[in-house]
């Protein structure tokens, strides 16, 4: 059975940091077929970040320049750094993979139905 499971989340004041990782189990995936996304409260899930089939780093506007995406050393995890928190990343944030090869040319990150898993998510608040 495959299970994500994400870590990382917590409270910091804006402009703080964190790191978020995400341990896959149950099926080996490629880092190409997974990634991030995030709910605000009252908002809609939104991608924002992904490693594409062509090894490019693909992320929501919002967080470019803030937050990096990078497979874990580990197999089968996927982590985002992220700094320069605003209060506006504020959410429950979410890791996301697929059994197929996710061959997605947009320039933001593959939308909600190119997934087939998805964790329980780790919350994110961010504070003035």
């Known amino acids: 059975q495959v299970r994500l499971v994400e870590s990382g989340g917590g409270s910091v004041q804006t402009g703080g940091s964190l790191r978020l990782s995400c341990a896959a189990s149950?099926?080996?995936?490629?880092?190409?077929?997974m990634a991030w996304f995030r709910q605000a409260p009252g908002k809609k899930r939104e991608g924002v970040a992904a490693?594409?089939?062509?090894?490019?780093?693909i992320y929501a506007d919002s967080v470019k320049g803030r937050f990096t995406i990078s497979a874990g050393d580990v197999k089968n995890t996927l982590n985002l750094e992220m700094n320069g928190l605003k209060s506006e990343d504020t959410g429950m944030y979410y890791c996301?993979?697929?059994?197929?090869?996710?061959?997605?040319?947009?320039?933001?990150?593959?939308?909600?139905?190119?997934?087939?898993?998805w964790g329980q998510g780790t919350q994110v608040t961010v504070s003035s």
């Open positions: 996301a993979a697929d059994e197929s090869e996710i061959r997605w040319y947009g320039q933001g990150p593959p939308p909600e139905r190119a997934y087939n898993h």
């Open positions: 149950g099926y080996s995936f490629s880092s190409h077929s």
């Open positions: 490693i594409g089939f062509d090894g490019r780093l």
